[in-house]
C-alpha cells in the first residue's frame, strides 16, 4: 500500500481550488461590464473594486488594475497561509522521530 503524500496532495487542491476561484471572479468581474451608448459612442464600462462605482475600462488606472488584482489573488493567498500554519501546528503535535 502507498503511503499518502498530505503535503502534495493538499498543495494540489489548493491550486485547483485557486483556479476556479479566480475564473469565478474573472466571470463575475465580466458579467458586471456592460455596454452603454456616451456622448462619444459605445463604451464598455466595468466595475473598479470600490463599492459599486462602475467606470469606463479605457479610464482604468493602474491602481485600478492593481486593487481588482488584489482583490483576485488575496483569498487563494489567504488560504495557502491558512494551511501552512495549521500544518505547523499539527506538526507541533507529532512525536519526534527517534535516531
Known sequence: MRDINLRRGLF???IAASLLRL????????????YVDTVD??????WTGEGD???GIQY???GTYARL????VSVPLGMMLVGYLLA????????????
Open 53 to 55: 462605482w462602475v467606470g
Open 23 to 34: 475564473a469565478a471572479y474573472v466571470a463575475y468581474l465580466w458579467a458586471r461590464c456592460a
Open 69 to 72: 488584482f488584489a482583490i483576485a
Open 12 to 14: 494540489r487542491l489548493w
Open 88 to 99: 505547523w501546528v499539527m506538526r507541533g503535535f507529532l512525536t519526534p522521530k527517534s535516531k
Open 60 to 62: 482604468f488606472s493602474i
Open 41 to 46: 459612442g459605445t463604451t464598455l464600462m466595468c
